[in-house]
């Protein structure tokens, strides 16, 4: 990436590590390896990590469901012309000078998921799980660094972040948890125009009339039906929200 040219860029991005954005060619389990520490896992997906597939003006032509919920939202407000979700490799296209928010989804950014915690146990050695060195790798992206647009991390595994009390260290303005499509606008809203929104944000129960249809395809072709899971875990937050009836 040319560090020295200047990119206009886009108001809105949004986008997912390439661990979680990623299909895995339509096979789901081989996105269990990257709970493993990152020196297996980088190893054995090396390709599937730069084979991301990308739309002919750079946005990425499939990303995780949620993702596209919240970009969906946006669109609402602010135009399709003003919203991108690019992947990682794409992001010096899109953040620029008249980026004012990258908003990023995560499933388990410092690797502290039940999953990753019980691999990384079972291996025998340790060390730090590819999904985390992505993350990292992410909101660490050099037109990040070098535009500075405000940071906004939700998805299911965003309380990691607080919790290994690394945000301010990763450079990130406001951890979202919590289901999106009731506040997240008016957090978007805040950040364009630079106004103080609260770090920690933590949201409710979405009302069901306000779950807009996405625009674009999601990971897999995936659509949605239900919301949460009835299994019930006492680890897993999404088990523990409110059932739609």
């Not at 596209?68 to 010096?92: A, Q, T």
């Not at 691999?119 to 590819?130: R, V």
């Not at 965003?158 to 008016?186: H, K, M, P, T, Y």
């Amino acid at each position: 990436m040319n560090t020295d040219k200047q990119i206009e860029g886009v108001p809105i991005v949004l986008a997912a590590s390439r661990v979680e954005a990623n299909e895995y060619q339509n096979n789901p389990f081989w996105a269990f390896i990257c709970t493993f520490p990152k020196k297996i896992s980088g190893h054995f997906l090396k390709d599937h990590l730069n084979s991301l597939e990308n739309n002919e003006d750079g946005t990425a032509k499939r990303t995780i469901y949620g993702l596209r919920k919240i970009e969906s939202i946006l669109i609402d407000e602010f135009g399709e012309e003003n919203v991108v979700v690019s992947h990682y490799e794409n992001l010096d296209k899109f953040i620029g000078k008249k980026t004012k928010v990258v908003g990023i989804s995560t499933m388990d950014p410092m690797g502290l998921a039940y999953v990753s915690t019980t691999y990384n146990s079972l291996i025998g050695f340790g060390g730090e799980a590819l999904n985390s060195h992505e993350f990292k790798m992410l909101v660490r992206h050099p037109s990040i660094q070098k535009y500075k647009p405000k940071v906004i991390v939700g998805g299911q595994g965003s309380w990691q972040i607080s919790e290994a009390n690394v945000q301010e260290q990763l450079g990130i303005d406001v951890i979202f948890q919590g289901e999106g499509e009731n506040d997240v606008l008016e957090v978007f809203k805040s950040l364009m125009k630079n106004k103080k929104v609260q770090k920690y944000y933590t949201s409710g129960k979405s009302d069901r009339s306000k779950i807009p249809i996405i625009k674009h395809a999601a990971s897999y072709g995936m659509v949605e039906i239900t919301r949460g899971c009835g299994r019930g875990c006492h680890f897993c937050s999404p088990t523990m929200r409110e059932k739609y009836s």
